[in-house]
């Protein structure tokens, strides 16, 4: 089990359509993206009548450095078309592994670490692209201890 949460574990995750907005973003910039794209994707997806089918999330392609690739936004129901800064898409049905983590974000880096660890336990190798679910509101969570994030790390 990491620190912060729970035992990595492999799952298979299923195809989800998504509506995201996607850019390169500084991290020490990612919080204000973050709120910016979460209030762009549900202004476009409740225009055109689709709905949430899910917390928030950020797909990030390639390892965080002083930038990051990113996409942010909602796993959603209903017809939805891309639209001005918003895009649709899918996560992909991909093997994974998953694990829970409790706490700051800024800690997020020790159950990444955990599900590394897993994974070359079992002989596999980290992908890529990487997911989280933001499963908690820090509007009305705002102790960082209680936060979850489900962490999602695709097998190459």
Same mark, same amino acid.
């Given at each position: 089990?990491?620190?912060?949460?729970?035992q990595?574990? =492999?799952v298979?995750? #299923?195809e989800?359509t998504?509506?995201?907005?996607?850019e =390169?973003v /500084?991290?020490?910039?990612?919080?204000?993206f973050?709120?910016?794209?979460?209030?762009?994707?549900?202004?476009?997806v409740?225009?055109?009548?689709a709905r949430?089918?899910?917390?928030?999330?950020?797909l990030?392609?390639g390892m965080?450095?002083?930038?990051?690739?990113v996409?942010?936004?909602?796993?959603?129901?209903?017809?939805?078309?891309?639209?001005?800064?918003?895009?649709?898409?899918?996560?992909?049905?991909?093997d994974?592994?998953e694990a829970i983590?409790t706490?700051?974000y800024?800690q997020?880096?020790t #159950?990444y670490?955990a599900? =590394?660890?897993h994974m070359?336990a079992?002989?596999? #190798?980290p992908?890529n692209?990487?997911?989280?679910y933001?499963l908690?509101?820090?509007?009305?969570? /705002?102790?960082?201890?209680?936060?979850?994030? =489900?962490?999602?790390?695709?097998?190459?």
């Open positions: 089990m990491n620190d912060n949460g729970q990595p574990h =492999r298979h995750i #299923t989800q998504v509506a995201v907005v996607r =390169r /500084p991290m020490d910039s990612l919080t204000g973050f709120d910016r794209a979460f209030g762009a994707v549900m202004a476009a409740q225009t055109q009548g949430p089918a899910g917390p928030p999330f950020a990030y392609h965080p450095g002083a930038s990051v690739d996409e942010a936004g909602f796993p959603i129901q209903g017809n939805f078309h891309g639209t001005g800064e918003v895009a649709s898409g899918v996560l992909p049905d991909t994974a592994f983590h706490g700051p800024d997020l880096g #159950t670490d599900i =590394r660890e070359q079992e002989g596999a #190798t992908g692209d990487m997911w989280e933001y908690s509101d820090p509007l009305k969570q /705002p102790d960082p201890a209680t936060w979850q994030t =489900r962490v999602i790390w695709p097998v190459a």
